[in-house]
């Protein structure tokens, strides 16, 4: 095995339920209780573990939920002693990779993604929009198609996921004749995403510069490991550059497909998704010589440290 990393996944992939299983690890408990405690967020653990689903999913909800998921199962991980050398997250996920780089400490982490999700639901409130999938279409495409369809709203780029995977965000009208524009010229499938705004789009702009003070005043350290930000798909320097590129990352496009590159290209070939869900997981696929294991249940888990640890 070469370098292991940790990758933490985003928005989506939540379901009602996802920690039950953490409850019979010690290490994942602590996590667990304080969960109320160190989000502000009333009763979460409740809704974590009983729903119902419309809300958990709730924005200003599912991210501190996903977030402290993700971190006490990265507990769960390094307390056996399966420890990376590099992190990355998917958009939200961003944040729990700062902690386990030694950027963030976990309780304001926690307290930042319950702030970031009720600006940003805030937002979507304030400026209705939506998100597509494109699959089989390529970047130069997908922007081309973006930039023509932003002449009558905002619409742009919101992630680019894995090779001929992109998704766009936007104003519903300037989105719908970017997907169709996109459809002109080839894309497979445009597949709407069950989303309550434009992440990632122009139209998160207020949720942006709201954050910003919430970051001014959150303590941030230089980074212990090699981490790498959505927005660049290159390295974090300093803290005060992790601060201001998690600001940038609410209207910038997540570069995850460049992300995973980056961290390939340092000499990163084993992967493990650490938190709910499969989704960073089946971007990987495609990819050759990388092993990729899974946290999102308790035969996931135990088959991730039977191999590693």
Known sequence: ??????????????????DRFLWDYPDAVDFLERIDEMTGVHKLSDIIS?????????????????????????????????????TAGHSLGEYSALVTAGVLLPEIAAKLTRIRGELMQECADRHP??????????????????????????????????EGQVV?????????????????????????????????????????????SALDDAGFYEPEMPVVSNVTADLIRSGDEAKRLLKEQVTSPVLWAASIRKLQNSGFDTFVEVGPGKVLQGLMK???????YGTQDREALEETLGALV
Do not use: Y
């Open 1 to 18: 095995m070469g370098r292991l990393a940790f990758m933490f996944p985003g928005q989506a992939s939540q379901s009602v339920g996802m």
């Open 50 to 86: 009983g729903g119902p689903a419309e809300t958990l999913t709730r924005t200003d909800n599912v991210q501190p939920a996903i977030t402290m998921v993700s971190l006490a199962t990265m507990n769960v991980l390094v307390a056996a002693g399966v420890k990376p050398e590099g």
């Open 129 to 162: 929009g939506g998100m597509l999938a494109l699959i089989g279409i390529s970047l130069e495409n997908a922007r081309e198609c973006v930039a023509e369809a932003s002449s009558i709203g905002p619409v742009g780029i919101a992630n680019v996921n894995s």
């Open 168 to 212: 766009i965000s936007g104003a519903r009208t300037a989105l719908n004749k970017a997907g169709q524009l996109c459809k002109d010229r080839g894309a497979r499938k445009v597949i709407p995403l069950d989303v309550s705004g434009a992440w990632h789009s122009p139209l998160m702009k207020d949720a942006a510069n709201g954050l910003e």
């Open 286 to 292: 495609k990819l050759e010589g990388v092993k990729v």
